[in-house]
């Protein structure tokens, strides 16, 4: 009796959901959350088990996407009612628990049916406190280059609905809620991360290297490191993920069968012991998956059911979901779960396969001698170090572009370079933490764990350090580029010319988070930065491009002049006699000039070193960029005759034009007000 195709269809897909029955429910919860175009997702979800009469299924899928409707309609009319708030009366009193500790701030949770938000300010209390606050709303810059630290993106990512600076705080006690618990833990992470790392050691990379590996602290790890590892492409092994409670799952099970436990016992110490640890390290999206996905494998086998990777997988970024919608914006959340996905694919199809070096495909395996069945599992274990390596990155690939818009070509050869390296070194470090005060035994211990840690920066280091190691999404700007930066609270930074020279990168912590992403993923390589007194992050920028020249225009007392690729740029310092005070010429005046075409860079200078320029200065000048001088500052008016058309853009702190400057034949533009990044060509025809 023949079978129509697609009634054959249709069982195959009803037995491949049977299977895996929270794989719908989990689609369509994805969908809602998406919004938009992918609402065809939860329709499908609900479509698909109607149509091949999965009623439970079905059902399930509505119970799922109602829950996150009603999860995400609270959530939204608790920040709606916020928004009201502050609005309204400017300043607002809120009562709740310290849910997590932030480097400038931290996030507080008011509690159920509650919303959480951002604290900036003095905020010197611990993870677990209850407080009462009176905040304010304070603004979040919103930057225009993609692959920048988006403040408003993060919050997005963390469910939080505002970012609040704290007037006035009060502490109330400690609360007796689930914040409780993870401060506790966070203080036992503290104390093994003492043990790791003894006062007067905060600065060997090694022993930070290994308080993020072995116990996910990453407080105290320097941006040095961090480049290392997040060039290297490796920047996962850097915090506690899957794959390390993975490894302490297997170390775990290892012992236990040493010790011959039974096996209710050890899976009941197993999943005990990882639970621990996954509370201590804090609860990472990545190390949850791992641990529900675990956990849920061996409830499975003891009561002897069938176990489906799918349906667990399913089930933890279900159970993650519906509890927290937002993770969905996360990228530890997206590549967690893709991740994993593109490892099982690539371990099923490799399974399939016969050993690359085995021997006679048609002789039995029970006739391998002892050297073949070596051979055999050294092949498989090669081709799985290759074939998981290889699945992980191009998985990650277009998450890694969607997210952090870098492609780093080398990571899947770093992961397989480090793969046997890492269980040794977390293993180590985390017998350093537990057995460090033991005389003798600590001290070997630790040395084996530094001595690891050494090699396994070396390895990174060694691929993060090839050529087009870590490169941006984006193509290399012309040389005729010039970029306007907002930098936040009336900073900006100017790039003229690709390679050109930089102009005004802030302090240490703006360039780390603002400047250096916004030149690097913006396209540009820059070829010297002029600097000033306000300038610390020149050092930053000279870290990330280590060829670039650093000139201090502070004690120039002649125009000097540079030559790139991008054309001739001269520097002119104040005349002799006029004040250099903070207040008062912080920033030189820059002339970039190629073939007839010049761009004019004033910046604060105040109007007696712009009147000392030389009238040659003007000739083909169709830019001017014009900040505000305290003291004396630049009458806007004469600019516009001299420009004579082209456009004249304003600094955050550059007076308002009046009408008469903007009836001129000048196009006039402002950073900060209009767009957060301006940029433009030295040719007008460009433009």
Same mark, same amino acid.
């Given at each position: 009796?023949?079978?129509?195709?697609?009634?054959?269809?249709?069982?195959?897909?009803?037995?491949?959901?049977?299977?895996?029955?929270?794989?719908?429910?989990?689609?369509?919860?994805?969908?809602?959350?998406?919004?938009?175009?992918? @609402?065809?997702?939860?329709?499908?979800?609900?479509?698909?088990?109607?149509?091949?009469?999965?009623?439970?299924?079905? %059902? @399930?899928? !509505?119970?799922?996407? +109602?829950?996150?409707?009603?999860?995400?309609?609270?959530?939204?009319?608790?920040?709606?009612?916020?928004?009201?708030? /502050?609005?309204?009366?400017?300043?607002?009193?809120?009562?709740?628990?310290?849910?997590?500790?932030?480097?400038?701030?931290?996030?507080?949770?008011?509690?159920?049916?509650?919303?959480?938000?951002?604290?900036?300010?003095?905020?010197?209390?611990?993870?677990?406190?209850?407080?009462?606050?009176?905040?304010?709303?304070?603004?979040?810059?919103?930057? +225009?280059?993609?692959?920048?630290?988006?403040?408003? #993106?993060?919050?997005?990512?963390?469910?939080?609905?505002?970012?609040?600076?704290?007037?006035?705080?009060?502490?109330?006690?400690?609360?007796?809620?689930?914040?409780?618990?993870?401060?506790?833990?966070?203080?036992?992470?503290?104390?093994?991360?003492?043990?790791?790392?003894?006062?007067?050691?905060?600065?060997?990379?090694?022993?930070? =290297?290994?308080? #993020?590996?072995? !116990?996910?602290?990453?407080?105290?790890?320097?941006?040095?490191?961090?480049?290392? %590892?997040?060039?290297?492409?490796?920047?996962?092994?850097? &915090?506690?993920?899957?794959?390390?409670?993975?490894?302490?799952?297997?170390?775990?099970?290892?012992?236990?069968?040493?010790?011959? !436990?039974?096996?209710?016992?050890?899976?009941?110490?197993?999943?005990?012991?990882?639970? &621990?640890?996954?509370?201590?390290?804090?609860?990472?999206?990545? &190390?949850?998956?791992?641990?529900?996905?675990? &956990?849920?494998?061996?409830?499975?086998?003891?009561?002897?059911?069938?176990?489906?990777?799918?349906?667990?997988?399913?089930?933890? #970024? *279900?159970?993650?979901?519906?509890?927290?919608?937002?993770?969905?914006?996360?990228?530890?959340?997206?590549?967690?779960?893709?991740?994993?996905?593109?490892?099982? *694919?690539?371990?099923?199809?490799?399974?399939?396969?016969?050993?690359?070096?085995?021997?006679?495909?048609?002789?039995?395996?029970?006739?391998?001698?002892?050297?073949?069945?070596?051979?055999?599992?050294?092949?498989?274990?090669?081709?799985?170090?290759?074939? =998981?390596?290889?699945?992980?990155?191009?998985?990650? /690939?277009?998450?890694?572009?969607?997210?952090?818009?870098?492609?780093?070509?080398?990571?899947?050869?770093?992961?397989?370079?480090?793969?046997?390296?890492?269980?040794?070194?977390?293993?180590?470090?985390?017998?350093?933490?537990?057995?460090?005060?033991?005389?003798?035994?600590?001290?070997?211990?630790?040395?084996?764990?530094?001595?690891?840690?050494?090699?396994?920066?070396?390895?990174?280091?060694?691929?993060?350090?090839?050529?087009?190691?870590?490169?941006?999404?984006?193509?290399?700007?012309?040389?005729?580029?010039?970029?306007? @930066?907002?930098?936040?609270? +009336?900073?900006?930074?100017?790039?003229?010319?690709?390679?050109?020279?930089?102009?005004?990168?802030?302090?240490? +912590?703006?360039?780390?988070?603002?400047?250096?992403?916004?030149?690097?993923?913006?396209?540009?390589?820059?070829?010297?930065?002029?600097?000033?007194?306000?300038?610390?992050?020149?050092?930053?920028?000279?870290?990330?491009?280590?060829?670039?020249?650093?000139?201090?225009?502070?004690?120039?007392?002649?125009?000097?002049?540079?030559?790139?690729?991008?054309?001739?740029?001269?520097?002119?310092?104040?005349?002799?006699?006029?004040?250099?005070?903070?207040?008062?010429?912080?920033?030189?005046?820059?002339?970039?000039?190629?073939?007839?075409?010049?761009? *004019?860079?004033?910046?604060?200078?105040?109007?007696?070193?712009?009147?000392?320029?030389?009238?040659?200065?003007?000739?083909?000048?169709?830019?001017?960029?014009?900040?505000?001088?305290?003291?004396?500052?630049?009458?806007?008016?004469?600019?516009?005759?001299?420009?004579?058309?082209?456009?004249?853009?304003?600094?955050?702190?550059?007076?308002?034009?009046?009408?008469?400057?903007?009836?001129?034949?000048?196009?006039? *533009?402002?950073?900060?007000?209009?767009?957060?990044?301006?940029?433009?060509?030295?040719?007008?025809?460009?433009?």
């Amino acid at each position: 009796m023949d079978v129509h195709p697609l009634d054959s269809l249709s069982m195959a897909l009803r037995r491949w959901f049977i299977g895996a029955p929270l794989l719908l429910p989990l689609v369509g919860v994805v969908g809602y959350l998406l919004g938009g175009q992918w @609402c065809c997702l939860m329709l499908a979800a609900m479509v698909v088990p109607h149509l091949l009469r999965l009623r439970r299924i079905f %059902f @399930c899928v !509505l119970l799922c996407v +109602g829950i996150a409707w009603v999860h995400e309609s609270l959530q939204q009319r608790n920040n709606d009612w916020l928004r009201e708030q /502050l609005e309204a009366q400017g300043n607002l009193v809120l009562v709740g628990d310290v849910e997590r500790k932030l480097s400038k701030g931290c996030i507080l949770d008011t509690g159920f049916n509650g919303v959480r938000v951002v604290l900036r300010g003095d905020t010197p209390w611990r993870t677990g406190d209850r407080v009462m606050v009176t905040v304010v709303e304070q603004n979040t810059n919103h930057l +225009g280059v993609e692959g920048m630290f988006d403040n408003e #993106a993060w919050m997005a990512s963390q469910g939080l609905a505002a970012n609040l600076r704290v007037l006035r705080g009060e502490y109330l006690g400690r609360s007796c809620s689930w914040h409780t618990v993870m401060g506790f833990a966070e203080s036992v992470r503290q104390h093994l991360t003492r043990a790791l790392m003894p006062a007067g050691t905060e600065d060997d990379p090694r022993r930070q =290297v290994l308080c #993020a590996l072995a !116990l996910g602290d990453k407080s105290l790890a320097e941006q040095d490191t961090l480049n290392v %590892f997040k060039r290297g492409g490796c920047l996962h092994a850097f &915090a506690v993920s899957g794959l390390h409670v993975g490894i302490v799952a297997g170390f775990l099970y290892a012992l236990a069968y040493i010790f011959r !436990l039974r096996s209710r016992t050890r899976s009941v110490l197993v999943l005990t012991v990882v639970g &621990a640890y996954v509370l201590v390290t804090g609860l990472a999206v990545p &190390a949850m998956r791992a641990y529900f996905m675990i &956990a849920l494998a061996v409830l499975g086998l003891e009561l002897r059911r069938r176990v489906s990777l799918l349906n667990i997988w399913s089930f933890a #970024a *279900l159970s993650l979901l519906l509890v927290c919608p937002w993770q969905l914006k996360n990228a530890g959340f997206v590549l967690s779960f893709a991740v994993y996905a593109g490892i099982a *694919l690539g371990v099923r199809c490799c399974m399939k396969e016969s050993p690359w070096f085995a021997p006679d495909a048609y002789l039995p395996v029970r006739l391998y001698s002892r050297w073949q069945m070596y051979v055999c599992r050294m092949d498989y274990a090669l081709r799985g170090c290759i074939v =998981v390596s290889l699945s992980a990155w191009l998985v990650s /690939l277009p998450i890694t572009l969607a997210f952090f818009h870098t492609i780093t070509p080398y990571s899947y050869l770093t992961n397989i370079a480090i793969t046997p390296i890492l269980p040794w070194v977390m293993g180590l470090g985390l017998l350093a933490s537990v057995l460090g005060w033991v005389p003798y035994l600590g001290a070997g211990i630790q040395w084996c764990a530094l001595q690891g840690s050494t090699l396994l920066i070396g390895v990174t280091n060694f691929f993060g350090g090839l050529p087009w190691s870590y490169i941006p999404a984006v193509a290399p700007q012309p040389e005729q580029a010039a970029m306007v @930066c907002d930098l936040g609270y +009336g900073e900006t930074m100017t790039v003229l010319g690709n390679p050109g020279v930089v102009i005004g990168c802030g302090s240490t +912590g703006t360039a780390r988070f603002s400047s250096e992403p916004a030149l690097f993923f913006s396209g540009y390589s820059p070829a010297a930065v002029l600097t000033t007194k306000q300038d610390s992050g020149s050092a930053v920028l000279k870290k990330t491009w280590p060829h670039i020249r650093l000139i201090s225009t502070q004690k120039m007392a002649k125009s000097m002049s540079l030559s790139t690729a991008a054309g001739e740029f001269t520097v002119f310092p104040p005349p002799q006699g006029i004040s250099k005070s903070v207040r008062n010429n912080t920033q030189p005046v820059v002339l970039w000039k190629k073939e007839k075409h010049a761009v *004019l860079y004033i910046g604060n200078a105040d109007a007696l070193t712009v009147e000392a320029l030389p009238e040659s200065v003007w000739e083909g000048v169709s830019v001017v960029i014009l900040g505000y001088n305290v003291d004396l500052p630049v009458d806007v008016a004469p600019l516009m005759r001299k420009l004579n058309g082209g456009k004249c853009i304003l600094l955050p702190h550059a007076p308002q034009p009046t009408l008469q400057d903007r009836q001129a034949d000048v196009e006039l *533009l402002r950073v900060g007000e209009e767009k957060a990044v301006l940029n433009f060509t030295l040719h007008p025809s460009g433009n």
